[in-house]
């Protein structure tokens, strides 16, 4: 294999927008288009920094096909995740930013911050397995837990469940989820889809009170069984 590319800033986020897309798609690879959309760069650009990124052995490209991550990808491309989700976990539980301002912070300062820094916050903050928003946090060695998760778009009417994660992380969307009170650990039961009117009514917290949500933004919130 080829002597890997130095890990700077920009092959960092490459690396870490691919991985993102390999957590959240089906497919065995990632196109150029989505790794443009994510990085807000052309094409054009993706298809050469793909290259250079094979050619240093972090990614296995395939021209039309898309990309995935090699071992050695996977393994940086995790390490600079477990940054991230843990820089914005402590600057929500210490620092006490909001949590819908955490995402742009943590993407200046995980490029920044040393890996004695990371594991004394990981271990000031308990070892912990997910971060603000439910997202997984990998450990040291690079391994990200998989959880078995339903939306709440895909919910049995009436069975208690717990939110888990949120799947968009924009300030927009996560201001919205706060009003509705619906933080990961927050206990919730979908009452009713009323598919006539695209909408679904929802009983959150204990005590619980009566909301509603749309099914675009129910199918971004996700859930497992809760304890009764």
């Known amino acids: 294999m080829n002597k890997a590319a130095a890990p700077t800033s920009t092959v960092e986020d490459y690396l870490k927008c691919i991985l993102l897309h390999q957590e959240r798609e089906v497919a065995e690879r990632v196109s150029m288009g989505q790794i443009a959309a994510g990085l807000v760069v052309a094409p054009g650009t993706v298809t050469a920094m793909m ?69 004394r916050i990981d271990a000031m903050l308990g070892s912990p397995a997910v971060d603000p928003h439910g997202d997984p946090i990998p450990d040291a060695r690079g391994v990200v837990a998989e959880f078995e998760q339903t939306s709440l778009l895909g919910c049995v009417e009436g069975a208690a469940m717990r939110v888990t994660r ?52 129910a199918a971004k919130i996700f859930v497992e069984p809760a304890e009764e």
């Open 166 to 217: 949120v799947g968009d992380q924009s300030a927009e969307f996560l201001r919205l989820i706060e009003r509705g009170g619906l933080m990961p650990g927050t206990p919730v039961r979908v009452i009713d889809h009323d598919a006539l009117a695209d909408r679904l009514e929802l009983d959150v917290g204990d005590p619980p009170r009566r909301t509603s949500l749309g099914p675009k933004a």
């Open 51 to 119: 290259k250079a990124l094979a050619e240093s052995g972090l990614v296995d490209y395939e021209p039309y096909s898309g990309v995935r991550l090699t071992a050695s990808g996977q393994r940086l491309a995790a390490h600079v995740l477990r940054r991230h989700r843990l820089i914005e976990l402590f600057l929500v539980r210490v620092m006490h930013f909001d949590w819908s301002e955490v995402h742009a912070e943590a993407e200046l300062l995980e490029h920044a911050v040393s890996d004695r820094l990371i594991e």
